[in-house]
């Protein structure tokens, strides 16, 4: 048998040693154009990034070792130019020497591999720009900035390649962003997903540019300038062009071979190609994707060995059937970790296979053991069988486990309830008795059986416009990181003793952070014959969906935090050195942590820096924004070793105040200020519809917030707070005519502008019912639900000659006195 095996890089030296294990007697020969054979690829980004320093390291074996242990035939800087299939022979061309030959063949394995993808675009030639698919490359990337010592450098294309870049370029301290077309990094996975990366990467001082395709490239001052299509430019001294690669087709074609639809090498399941006796593996061939049965091309480096070696046992007799690809995938950003297993919800959908999802957050393992981490985890089933369809997990520690677990189990047809029957290992230093796959299984079985009814964030405008109300129940103190305005808060270990306070007819969203504390009170509720539906990933998904995430801002605004600057803007706020307070809240499932730094700065001094870290990635857009909310002054936010480390100063007297600081801002400016007050009081004078509603918008977000609102009602404002029916008070002739030309009640107010004889104030109307903005009416009964005190002013009542039997009931009537009191007691006074 006389072998021949096309490329040298994953697929060939597999096949070529397998072969050789299976017939000691074959004469293998195999071919690469290049100078290198069987090499670590994967590894080339963290050799450019300095982690791997030996570029030696990286030949998992060499031409001389393939012929000493293997006795295969290996010949480098060999091109081969053609195949004729009639006659079985290759033409080869030497590099070396420039000299061409054949070689005849019994079998062949084309293993040709794929190549980086580079468009048309105009510049993309120019040097400094640069791909990475081999040693060669990464050769080059290295003597570029080992002799231009660059500066910035923008990656273009967020896949893995392009993220390991930018993690790499960053550990060698230049600038970098990442310009992707899509709305989010990792296409493979879902978007409210790689948002995680996007914090990560922001929190190492990535810059994102998304959604803005790379228009061009030029040269300017010595720089190269990409081009993004909004017309964004951004310099640099390098690009890394990573926007997927493309199978080598050119000696496929040259044989005849078939091409597939989605322009890969066609194959059977024994990997043979259309024409007898060729077979062909790896990244040059599309297979089947195990989940949705269609065909696909995915270039990982496991399915190209697998297929090798399926394809020698065929030829070999052995009757071998390659089942599919899953597009299993780990990938590391920096101290994150992402795996992807299976189709995610976009292929589903594209597919129209019918899914149903969940979001679970379990540790890597218990949590009184050191280095426990919280995953961010997302499996995806069908809801007539339950079968297991696609997972995305994320963590800084162990998701690896948990991935190839579910990849195991898609592999095996199992379904969600499989899942919660798997026996798998536990000891406190790897994982937990109830182990994060089995707790996956309960939350799928819980969603199919029933005990668990879900809601999804995505579909947030019908529960909108339902009849539904949305129930917070996490502790008070969390909800400083953020809530969904004219939501009920009713803590979960107070939801026993105030049920009375929830409607039974109306479907109850309850939502937490992360899903567990809501779907404890899902099932308390449920029992005591409420419609309790737990709201899918808790708030932080309801973030991601409704709010948008963090990686919509532009680059700028996401300028790098080092942890240099992190500590010199601390030293600004404060010329005294202080001892800082240490708190450790890792291990804690989110809201843990920030209970623990709530409770930790009740004990403190006003003054006092806390540093806390946490092993929960949330906790840094967290503690941001739950400091904001309790006036607390957050100095810094870092990564260190692989934790949430953040600095936060006691608000209170005589202390210096900084303005809060979002992660990724620039240094906080300080600004004096005695103790913080919870109240924000609005001094409401306009009777305009949209003034109106910008007033109380602001009203129920800082009650949202956990602030006391006063609303102070005069003049104008008085008719907001009127009953929309008549009601029969005896007047004198001049307070009739007043009460009879003003608004009565906010259903019929107007709008300050374009009212156009209450067309428009009806068009807006329209417009907010479509959009599903509440309406006045409704943000007027959020308000008064959420304890906003509601104050007519005594004075202007008596002017107007309005009467307290005409306003709404509950408002409170009060003078100048109240409404300077309640000022007193507030940090924010507005004046509508
Ligand atoms: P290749 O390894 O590309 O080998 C094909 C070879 O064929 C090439 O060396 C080429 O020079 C040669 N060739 C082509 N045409 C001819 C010809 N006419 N004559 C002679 N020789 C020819 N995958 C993972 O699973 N995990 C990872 O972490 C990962 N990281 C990666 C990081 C980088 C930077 C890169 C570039 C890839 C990474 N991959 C990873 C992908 C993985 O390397 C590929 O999927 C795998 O190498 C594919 O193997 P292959 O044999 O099909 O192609």
Same mark, same amino acid.
């Given at each position: 048998?006389?072998?021949?095996?096309?490329? /040298?890089?994953?697929?060939?030296?597999a096949?070529?040693?397998?072969a050789?294990?299976?017939?000691?007697?074959?004469?293998?020969?195999?071919?690469?154009?290049? *100078?290198?054979?069987?090499?670590?690829?994967?590894g080339?980004p963290?050799?450019?990034?300095?982690?791997?320093?030996?570029?030696?390291?990286?030949?998992?074996?060499?031409?001389?070792?393939?012929?000493?242990?293997?006795?295969?035939?290996?010949?480098?800087?060999?091109?081969v130019?053609?195949?004729?299939?009639?006659?079985?022979?290759?033409?080869?061309?030497?590099?070396?020497?420039?000299d061409?030959?054949q070689?005849?063949?019994d079998?062949?394995?084309l293993?040709?591999?794929?190549?980086p993808?580079?468009?048309?675009?105009?510049?993309?030639?120019?040097?400094?720009?640069?791909?990475?698919?081999?040693?060669?490359?990464?050769?080059?990337i290295?003597?570029f900035?080992?002799?231009?010592?660059?500066?910035?450098?923008?990656v273009?294309?967020?896949?893995?390649?392009?993220?390991?870049?930018?993690?790499?370029f960053?550990?060698?301290?230049?600038d970098?962003?990442?310009?992707?077309?899509?709305?989010?990094v990792?296409?493979?996975?879902?978007?409210?997903?790689?948002d995680?990366?996007?914090?990560?990467?922001?929190?190492?001082?990535?810059?994102?540019?998304?959604s803005?395709?790379?228009?061009?490239?030029?040269?300017k001052?010595?720089?190269?300038?990409?081009?993004?299509?909004?017309?964004?430019?951004?310099?640099?001294?390098?690009?890394?062009?990573?926007?997927?690669?493309?199978?080598n087709l050119?000696?496929?074609?040259?044989?005849?071979?078939?091409?597939?639809?989605?322009?890969?090498?066609?194959?059977? *399941?024994?990997?043979?190609?259309?024409?007898?006796?060729i077979?062909?593996?790896?990244?040059?061939?599309?297979?089947?994707?195990?989940?949705?049965?269609?065909?696909v091309?995915?270039?990982?480096a496991?399915?190209?060995?697998?297929?090798?070696?399926?394809?020698?046992?065929n030829?070999?007799?052995?009757?071998?059937?390659?089942?599919?690809?899953?597009?299993?995938?780990?990938?590391?950003?920096?101290?994150?970790?992402?795996?992807?297993?299976g189709?995610?919800?976009?292929?589903?959908?594209?597919?129209?296979?019918?899914?149903?999802?969940?979001?679970?957050?379990?540790f890597?393992?218990?949590?009184?053991?050191?280095?426990s981490?919280?995953?961010?985890?997302?499996?995806?089933?069908s809801?007539?069988?339950?079968r297991?369809?696609?997972?995305?997990?994320?963590g800084?520690?162990?998701?690896?486990?948990?991935?190839?677990?579910?990849?195991?189990?898609?592999?095996a047809?199992?379904?969600?309830?499989d899942?919660?029957?798997?026996e798998?290992?536990?000891?406190?230093a790897y994982g937990?008795?109830?182990?994060?796959?089995n707790i996956?299984?309960?939350?799928?079985?819980?969603?199919?059986?029933?005990?668990?009814?879900?809601?999804?964030?995505?579909?947030?405008?019908?529960?909108?416009?339902?009849?539904?109300?949305?129930?917070?129940?996490?502790?008070?103190d969390?909800i400083?990181?953020?809530?969904?305005?004219g939501?009920?808060n009713i803590p979960?270990?107070?939801?026993?003793?105030?049920?009375?306070?929830?409607p039974?007819?109306?479907?109850?969203?309850?939502?937490?952070?992360?899903?567990l504390?809501?779907?404890?009170?899902t099932?308390?509720?449920?029992?005591?014959?409420?419609?309790?539906?737990?709201?899918?990933?808790g708030?932080?998904?309801y973030?991601? *969906?409704?709010?948008?995430?963090?990686?919509?801002?532009?680059?700028e605004?996401a300028?790098?935090?080092?942890?240099?600057?992190?500590?010199?803007?601390?030293?600004?706020?404060?010329?005294?050195?202080?001892?800082?307070?240490?708190?450790?809240?890792?291990?804690?499932?989110?809201? /843990?942590p920030?209970?623990?730094?709530?409770?930790?700065?009740?004990?403190?001094q006003?003054?006092?820096?806390?540093?806390?870290?946490?092993s929960d990635?949330?906790?840094?857009?967290?503690?941001?924004?739950?400091?904001r909310?309790?006036?607390?002054?957050?100095?810094?936010v870092?990564?260190?070793?692989?934790?949430?480390?953040?600095?936060?100063r006691?608000?209170g007297?005589?202390?210096?105040?900084?303005?809060?600081?979002?992660?990724?801002?620039?240094?906080?400016?300080?600004?004096?200020?005695?103790?913080?007050?919870?109240?924000?009081?609005?001094?409401?004078?306009?009777?305009?519809?949209?003034?109106?509603?910008?007033?109380f918008?602001?009203?129920? /977000?800082?009650?949202?917030?956990?602030?006391?609102?006063?609303?102070?009602?005069?003049?104008?404002?008085?008719n907001?707070?009127?009953?929309?029916?008549?009601?029969?008070?005896?007047?004198?002739?001049?307070?009739r005519?007043?009460t009879?030309?003003?608004?009565?009640?906010?259903?019929?107010?107007?709008l300050?502008?374009?009212?156009?004889?209450?067309?428009?104030t009806?068009?807006?109307?329209?417009?907010?019912?479509?959009?599903?903005?509440?309406s006045?009416e409704?943000?007027?009964?959020?308000?008064?639900e959420?304890?906003?005190r509601?104050?007519?002013?005594?004075?202007?009542?008596?002017?107007? /000659?309005?009467?307290?039997?005409?306003?709404l009931?509950g408002?409170?009537?009060?003078?100048v006195?109240?409404?300077?009191?309640?000022?007193?007691?507030?940090?924010?006074?507005?004046?509508?």
């Amino acid at each position: 048998m006389k072998l021949l095996i096309i490329g /040298g890089g994953a697929g060939g030296p597999a096949a070529a040693s397998r072969a050789r294990r299976l017939d000691e007697d074959a004469h293998i020969i195999m071919f690469e154009r290049g *100078e290198h054979v069987s090499y670590g690829h994967c590894g080339l980004p963290y050799h450019i990034g300095g982690v791997i320093k030996n570029r030696g390291d990286l030949l998992i074996s060499t031409p001389e070792n393939f012929k000493q242990v293997y006795n295969v035939d290996v010949r480098v800087r060999s091109l081969v130019k053609s195949i004729t299939p009639d006659t079985k022979q290759i033409e080869v061309v030497d590099l070396n020497t420039g000299d061409s030959y054949q070689e005849q063949y019994d079998k062949m394995i084309l293993a040709s591999g794929a190549s980086p993808i580079k468009p048309p675009l105009p510049g993309i030639d120019m040097e400094g720009i640069f791909t990475l698919r081999n040693l060669t490359d990464a050769d080059r990337i290295n003597q570029f900035i080992n002799e231009r010592k660059p500066q910035k450098a923008v990656v273009v294309g967020g896949g893995f390649i392009g993220l390991e870049m930018a993690e790499n370029f960053k550990n060698l301290g230049i600038d970098v962003t990442v310009a992707e077309m899509l709305d989010q990094v990792m296409p493979s996975m879902d978007r409210e997903m790689a948002d995680i990366i996007h914090q990560v990467l922001k929190l190492h001082g990535v810059k994102l540019q998304l959604s803005d395709p790379v228009a061009g490239f030029q040269r300017k001052d010595g720089q190269i300038v990409v081009n993004l299509k909004s017309g964004l430019e951004l310099p640099c001294d390098m690009v890394m062009l990573s926007i997927g690669v493309r199978p080598n087709l050119e000696l496929a074609k040259s044989a005849g071979l078939a091409v597939g639809e989605v322009g890969g090498i066609k194959v059977d *399941e024994h990997m043979q190609t259309s024409v007898p006796d060729i077979y062909s593996v790896g990244d040059a061939v599309e297979t089947t994707h195990l989940v949705t049965g269609k065909p696909v091309l995915i270039p990982l480096a496991g399915p190209a060995s697998r297929q090798a070696r399926i394809a020698v046992n065929n030829i070999y007799g052995r009757n071998e059937k390659y089942r599919g690809t899953l597009g299993t995938s780990l990938v590391k950003v920096f101290e994150l970790g992402i795996g992807i297993v299976g189709a995610n919800e976009k292929t589903l959908e594209q597919h129209g296979i019918k899914y149903e999802k969940c979001y679970l957050h379990p540790f890597s393992h218990v949590t009184y053991f050191p280095d426990s981490a919280q995953m961010n985890m997302k499996l995806l089933f069908s809801p007539d069988d339950g079968r297991v369809l696609g997972a995305q997990v994320l963590g800084t520690d162990a998701i690896d486990k948990r991935i190839d677990t579910f990849a195991a189990a898609i592999s095996a047809g199992m379904s969600v309830e499989d899942l919660t029957h798997l026996e798998l290992g536990y000891v406190p230093a790897y994982g937990s008795a109830r182990e994060a796959v089995n707790i996956a299984g309960y939350v799928a079985s819980n969603i199919l059986n029933g005990d668990m009814p879900i809601e999804h964030w995505d579909n947030m405008d019908e529960l909108l416009e339902s009849d539904g109300v949305f129930l917070d129940v996490r502790e008070k103190d969390v909800i400083g990181v953020g809530t969904i305005p004219g939501a009920k808060n009713i803590p979960l270990h107070e939801l026993r003793d105030r049920l009375s306070e929830l409607p039974k007819d109306v479907p109850l969203y309850v939502y937490c952070n992360v899903g567990l504390e809501s779907y404890i009170a899902t099932r308390l509720l449920r029992q005591h014959g409420f419609d309790a539906r737990n709201m899918s990933g808790g708030y932080g998904i309801y973030k991601c *969906e409704c709010l948008g995430s963090d990686a919509d801002k532009p680059a700028e605004s996401a300028a790098p935090e080092s942890r240099d600057t992190a500590v010199a803007a601390e030293s600004t706020s404060s010329d005294k050195p202080q001892t800082i307070e240490q708190l450790d809240a890792c291990g804690l499932q989110c809201p /843990g942590p920030i209970m623990k730094v709530k409770q930790k700065m009740d004990e403190l001094q006003a003054g006092s820096v806390l540093e806390v870290s946490a092993s929960d990635t949330g906790f840094a857009t967290d503690l941001p924004a739950w400091c904001r909310s309790v006036g607390h002054e957050i100095l810094s936010v870092e990564v260190r070793d692989g934790k949430i480390v953040g600095r936060v100063r006691k608000s209170g007297p005589g202390s210096q105040e900084a303005v809060p600081q979002a992660v990724g801002e620039s240094a906080p400016q300080t600004v004096p200020k005695a103790d913080l007050p919870r109240e924000k009081t609005l001094v409401v004078f306009s009777n305009d519809m949209d003034r109106i509603i910008a007033a109380f918008i602001i009203a129920n /977000g800082s009650a949202a917030m956990g602030y006391k609102v006063n609303m102070f009602f005069t003049f104008w404002g008085l008719n907001v707070l009127r009953k929309s029916e008549k009601v029969k008070i005896k007047k004198p002739l001049i307070e009739r005519m007043f009460t009879w030309m003003m608004p009565r009640g906010s259903s019929k107010l107007t709008l300050s502008k374009m009212n156009m004889g209450g067309m428009g104030t009806r068009m807006m109307k329209a417009e907010m019912r479509k959009k599903n903005v509440h309406s006045l009416e409704e943000l007027i009964e959020m308000a008064r639900e959420q304890g906003v005190r509601l104050v007519a002013c005594t004075m202007t009542m008596s002017i107007m /000659g309005i009467h307290k039997e005409e306003l709404l009931d509950g408002v409170e009537e009060g003078g100048v006195a109240a409404f300077l009191e309640d000022a007193d007691h507030s940090n924010v006074t507005m004046f509508i």
